[in-house]
């Protein structure tokens, strides 16, 4: 399965990707911020 990490500040928008990738397939990792995207993409390895 593909790994994607999306990053926004926007609680919806984060939101509404993720429901959107995960219907069509993806392993979605979220963060609202730089720091978090950082921390998360060397912890999951997004592919």
């Known amino acids: 399965m593909t790994r994607i ?3 926004d500040d926007e609680p919806q928008i984060l939101r509404a990707l993720r429901i959107n990738l ?3 397939g ?3 990792i ?3 911020d730089g720091g978090t995207a950082l921390r ?3 912890q999951h390895h997004p592919t």
């Open 22 to 24: 995960k219907a069509r």
């Open 5 to 7: 990490l999306v990053v």
């Open 30 to 32: 979220t963060a609202a």
């Open 40 to 42: 998360a993409a060397a």
């Open 26 to 28: 993806y392993d979605v």
